[in-house]
């Protein structure tokens, strides 16, 4: 059984890392595989074109892919509140709130609904979002180019704070904006199944949700423990 990450493996990942390592899947007799992707809808687009049976979905994008999405099923939920953030720099733009997203220059990825959800964001806070502009940039270059000021902000989850701070310590001070502080009330990702896998495999899918939330359970009672075991 293949499960696809919602982007390349980060620290956020570590639970399923944990679940593996730990032989969760196989005492479930499941034997999964946790291949990347380059985003959410990366991710999305795997289960739909059978590429992989599951994957790490986050609902709001699924939502807005339409029909592109039509064969994922959600069947747990792991994130219960958005952690999708808005990075800018002081000195920079030093965006602290949402009315600063209008005319704003974002970096993002072709491979994300990000922009779709800034979108819709920014039309529930009222604001313009035909002012916002999106700049393609890979996952892995959005950090270095916003602290060497080629782009304005960039979109982040919330865990990945950590790893930031160093990046811009020497040049300027890290500002976040939470969605989720400003309305944006619902589930994120969630372990996602295509619809006929889930059909012909129930009990599958439901072992394969066990192990998995071991796993989560175990990386959030010992973070120091699950970061060993994604780095092995």
Not at 53 to 82: K, M, N, Q, W, Y
Request: with cysteine.
């Amino acid at each position: 059984m293949k499960f696809v990450l919602d982007f390349i493996p980060l620290g956020r990942h570590a639970p399923w890392y944990v679940a593996l390592s730990k032989g969760y899947f196989k005492e479930e007799k499941r034997n999964v595989t946790i291949p990347p992707s380059k985003g959410t809808a990366d991710a999305i687009r795997s289960v739909d074109a059978g590429l992989a049976e599951s994957g790490f979905i986050d609902i709001p994008t699924l939502v807005a892919s339409g029909s592109a999405g039509s064969a994922s099923r959600i069947v747990a939920s792991v994130h219960h509140c958005v952690p999708y953030r808005l990075l800018s720099l002081d000195p920079g733009v030093n965006v602290t709130s949402q009315r600063g997203m209008v005319g704003l220059e974002v970096g993002s990825s072709g491979a994300s609904f990000m922009p779709k959800i800034f979108s819709a964001f920014t039309k529930m806070n009222k604001l313009d979002p035909n002012t916002l502009k999106i700049v393609n940039i890979g996952g892995a270059a959005r950090v270095p180019m916003l602290v060497s000021n080629k782009v304005q902000a960039i979109d982040q989850f919330l865990m990945g704070e950590p790893s930031i701070r160093p990046a811009t310590a020497c040049v300027a001070t890290p500002r976040c904006v939470l969605l989720a502080d400003y309305g944006l009330d619902i589930y994120s990702n969630s372990i996602g199944v295509r619809e006929d896998f889930l059909k012909r495999n129930r009990a599958a899918v439901r072992a394969f949700v066990r192990a998995a939330l071991r796993g989560w359970k175990d990386a959030l009672a010992n973070p120091e423990e699950a970061a060993r075991i994604q780095t092995q």
